[in-house]
């Protein structure tokens, strides 16, 4: 076993981490004040080729390993969550998706200008009635020979308005249950396509969440995904690989409470001497540094197994359900580290804490995950 990163893996950590304090840092604390989407900051990295990671060269990609992609998403999140997550769900949500499952028509016309940054993309599964119990969805997509008439609601859409492209999950043929559902590429400027008023969050709150209407929206099958009622286990399958994303995001949001921590730790004295030597906050640290660490080889280790194309699905479960947990709790603890100052918005790891609540949230619950990996599990 080798836990040596390769010389071009190490380059694109270090690629993350100077655009991350360069780049994100400087104004990280307004844009989530004024809840502002980070428009500059997508272009730019869409320029460094992070918002097309694992895509082929071909298809306007970088053509990276997902170890890659999680490094990147480590260092990215550490500093800023709602440049991560627009990152993810571009990434290992749309980007991915299209590259696996679309033909090449529809590659040429929406992978390349989404992988190579010049457009960004949406994943529209989530509905009012239809979160956890995905296969509810009430969004219709009714078959009419040459095109189908999409109708619903979606909501929760992370890149609602910056997007240009949303993948649409909608159910055509309602009486063969989730055999029925398909996915379709649906383009925002399209006639009868309607996003709401953006939502007022607790955490990553640069990034854009809407909903999304739609009123006999006329979609060219060409736009349709896979064959006749493939997109419920597209969107299945295009999860998996989303939770590494989001997994890594909740390890980065983590790291960077963690850093943030320790250094402080170092600095403050309290009684004489610096809070590192009192037992209690070393402890703390303690703790965070190993949980961060198992985080870690959870995320890479998910990420392996997708680069060796092995099944994925029950290690990117396990890796976002324990990453997760872990970010509320090494957030916490920092905040706490830092005390009083903690609690206010200079030292950043107040919004660290609000951000990393989400990661318990999207992409599946806690729950949904523990649904997942008890099924596996008890399978044998
Ligand atoms: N790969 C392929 N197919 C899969 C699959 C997988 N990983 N998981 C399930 N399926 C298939 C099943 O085989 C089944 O098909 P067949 O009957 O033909 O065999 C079908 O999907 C239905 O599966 P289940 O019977 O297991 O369905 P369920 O109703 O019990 O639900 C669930 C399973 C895991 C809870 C699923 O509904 C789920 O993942 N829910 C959470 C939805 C979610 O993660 N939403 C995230 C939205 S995107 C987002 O959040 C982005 C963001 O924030 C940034
Ligand atoms: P519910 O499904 O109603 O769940 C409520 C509670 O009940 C949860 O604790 C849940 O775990 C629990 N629960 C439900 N069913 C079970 C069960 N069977 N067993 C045990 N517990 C259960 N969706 C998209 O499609 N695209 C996006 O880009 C996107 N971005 C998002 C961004 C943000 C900021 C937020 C808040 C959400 C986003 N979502 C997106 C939606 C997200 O995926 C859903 O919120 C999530 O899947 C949960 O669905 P729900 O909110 O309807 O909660």
């Known amino acids: 076993m080798n836990f040596q990163l390769t010389e071009e893996q190490k380059a694109v950590q270090m690629a993350a981490r100077d655009f991350a304090r360069n780049e994100l840092l400087p104004g990280v604390i307004e844009r989530d004040e004024k809840q502002k989407?980070?428009?500059?900051?997508?272009?730019?990295?869409?320029?460094?080729?992070?918002?097309?990671?694992?895509?082929?060269?071909?298809?306007?990609?970088?053509?990276?390993?997902?170890?890659?992609?999680?490094?990147?998403?480590?260092?990215?999140?550490?500093?800023?969550?709602?440049?991560?997550?627009?990152?993810?769900?571009?990434?290992?949500?749309?980007?991915?998706?299209?590259?696996?499952?679309?033909?090449?028509?529809?590659?040429?016309?929406?992978?390349?200008?989404?992988?190579?940054?010049?457009?960004?993309?949406?994943?529209?599964?989530?509905?009012?009635?239809?979160?956890?119990?995905?296969?509810?969805?009430?969004?219709?997509?009714?078959?009419?020979?040459d095109h189908y008439i999409l109708n619903g609601t979606k909501n929760w859409i992370t890149?609602?308005?910056?997007?240009?492209?949303?993948?649409?999950?909608a159910q055509t043929y309602p009486e063969k249950g989730h055999r029925g559902i398909n996915a379709f590429i649906v383009e925002k400027a399209w006639a009868g396509v309607t996003v709401g008023a953006k939502e007022n969050k607790l955490g990553i709150r640069g990034s854009d969440t809407h909903s999304i209407m739609f009123q006999d929206v006329k979609v060219p099958k060409e736009n349709r995904i896979g064959d006749d009622g493939f997109g419920f286990t597209f969107a299945m399958k295009v999860l998996a690989g989303g939770r590494i994303g989001i997994a890594s995001q909740a390890l980065g949001i983590a790291s960077g409470a963690y850093e943030l921590a320790l250094k402080y730790s170092k600095e403050r004295k309290a009684f004489g001497t610096e809070i590192s030597n009192h037992?209690?906050?070393?402890?703390?640290?303690?703790?965070?540094?190993?949980?961060?660490?198992?985080?870690?080889?959870?995320?890479?280790?998910?990420?392996?197994?997708?680069?060796?194309?092995?099944?994925?699905?029950?290690?990117?479960s396990m890796a976002k359900l324990f990453a997760s947990d872990i970010a509320q709790r090494v957030t916490n603890e920092a905040v706490?580290?830092?005390?009083?100052?903690?609690?206010?918005?200079?030292?950043?790891?107040?919004?660290?804490?609000?951000?990393?609540?989400?990661?318990?949230i999207y992409e599946g619950t806690s729950e949904v995950q523990r649904i997942v990996i008890s099924r596996t599990v008890l399978k044998g």
């Open 37 to 145: 989407f980070p428009a500059e900051q997508v272009q730019k990295l869409g320029e460094l080729g992070f918002m097309g990671m694992m895509v082929d060269p071909k298809w306007g990609g970088s053509g990276m390993d997902t170890i890659s992609y999680v490094l990147a998403m480590e260092e990215i999140s550490k500093i800023d969550a709602s440049v991560s997550v627009c990152m993810s769900v571009n990434n290992s949500l749309v980007c991915w998706g299209l590259e696996k499952y679309g033909n090449d028509a529809q590659r040429e016309k929406y992978l390349v200008p989404l992988a190579s940054g010049q457009k960004i993309g949406a994943f529209l599964l989530s509905e009012p009635e239809a979160g956890s119990d995905a296969t509810s969805q009430r969004t219709t997509a009714e078959d009419k020979g």
């Open 159 to 169: 890149n609602g308005s910056s997007a240009s492209y949303y993948l649409v999950i």
């Open 279 to 316: 037992q209690a906050v070393a402890f703390k640290l303690a703790d965070m540094a190993t949980e961060i660490e198992a985080a870690r080889l959870l995320c890479l280790k998910a990420a392996w197994t997708k680069d060796q194309g092995l099944d994925y699905t029950l290690s990117a």
């Open 336 to 360: 706490q580290v830092h005390g009083g100052y903690g609690y206010v918005k200079e030292f950043h790891v107040e919004r660290l804490m609000r951000d990393a609540k989400i990661t318990q």
